[in-house]
Nanobody, 113 residues
Framework: QVQLVESGGGAVQPGGSLRLSCAAS????????MGWYRRVPGKQREWVAT???????YYADSVKGRFAISRDSATSTVYLQMNSLKHEYTAVYLC???????WGQGTQVTVSS
């Protein structure tokens, strides 16, 4: 059974940084592309970033240059480093395993002054 567990969310002021983590279990981590999405009440879930099994990275235009996705195969963890945060980045951030279409429960990020 695949499990994805996010952590690292919280409240931060505009311009601040956070690092999200997603620990994966029950999956061959190195073979799977992993991604981050975010969800705001009343809006569609939005793709944020993806890291492939080979380490290639892709970003939504809205976060390019501010966010960095990475993975550690030794610990089966994917990270999302978020810098220069803006109010509009407030959302629940969810981890996604592409190959298994698995989702974590999400971690809340609130950007507020």
């Amino acid at each position: 059974q695949v499990q994805l567990v996010e952590s690292g969310g919280g409240a931060v002021q505009p311009g601040g940084s956070l690092r999200l983590s997603c620990a994966a279990s029950g999956v061959i981590f190195s073979a799977n592309s992993m991604g981050w999405y975010r969800r705001v009440p009343g809006k569609q879930r939005e793709w944020v970033a993806t890291v492939t099994g080979a380490g290639g990275t892709y970003y939504a235009d809205s976060v390019k240059g501010r966010f960095a996705i990475s993975r550690d195969s030794a610990t089966s963890t994917v990270y999302l480093q978020m810098n220069s945060l803006k109010h509009e980045y407030t959302a629940v951030y969810l981890c996604h395993g592409l190959g298994t279409n698995s989702w974590g429960q999400g971690t809340q990020v609130t950007v507020s002054s």
